[in-house]
């Protein structure tokens, strides 16, 4: 049986998110909770953080709220670096290997049309870094990496775990059967409704 780590399973999402693997058969654990010290190896890891704050609506003529920015990206970039840090030995242990974070199709760079909201998508973006950084370093020990944007209040969160779930536990395929061609050493980011989006 495969083991899958849950950073959070505070909302609608992330519990239809533990649901799902339960449901097929995963034992599922809960970043912090006492059954993780039992647990020897994880096969998938998921790091759920995706914080956003009221006053983060300034524009550039109001000027950078730097507590905002430091606040939102303290919850999106360092305490999820932490975590996953904390974890890495579990994963090392594992045979799946695979990394799943999620983000927002807002915070693309090449996507983004809003004028606010910079603290977030400057959090996401940092990521997007560790993400390709991340998967460069880790390639060689067998790591698979998934993004995904939940796409929270437009897709219903029973609807949008379920995208997640196939998307984070599919194997994405080779072109031909060519292993030179394999999708998975290509950092792909979807979203709830299965669209790639560019970064």
Aim: proline share 2%; net charge negative; aromatic share 10%.
């Amino acid at each position: 049986m495969k083991n899958v780590i849950i950073t959070s399973r505070e909302n609608a999402f992330e519990d239809n998110l533990a649901n799902a693997f339960i449901r097929e058969g995963y034992n599922v654990y809960i970043a912090g909770s006492d059954e993780l010290c039992d647990c020897e190896k994880i096969d998938i890891y998921i790091d759920v953080s995706d914080k956003r704050d009221a006053a983060d609506s300034f524009t550039i003529r109001d000027g950078l709220n730097e507590e905002v920015i430091y606040g939102v990206y303290n919850e999106n970039v360092l305490k999820p670096l932490e975590m996953l840090e904390k974890h890495m030995h579990l994963l090392n242990a594992g045979d799946g290997k695979r990394i799943c974070f999620l983000s927002a199709a807002e915070a693309s760079i090449n996507e983004t049309r809003d004028k606010n909201g910079y603290a977030y998508k400057l959090s996401k973006a940092a990521m997007h870094n560790f993400f390709h950084m991340a998967m460069n370093k880790l390639d060689s020990a067998g790591y698979t990496w998934r993004v995904f944007d939940p796409m929270n209040g437009e897709v219903d969160p029973v609807l949008s775990a379920e995208g997640a779930f196939n998307y984070f536990t599919r194997r994405r395929g080779t072109e031909n059967h060519d292993p030179q061609r394999d999708d998975e050493k290509r950092l792909v980011f979807r979203d709830a409704l299965g669209r790639e989006h560019t970064w």
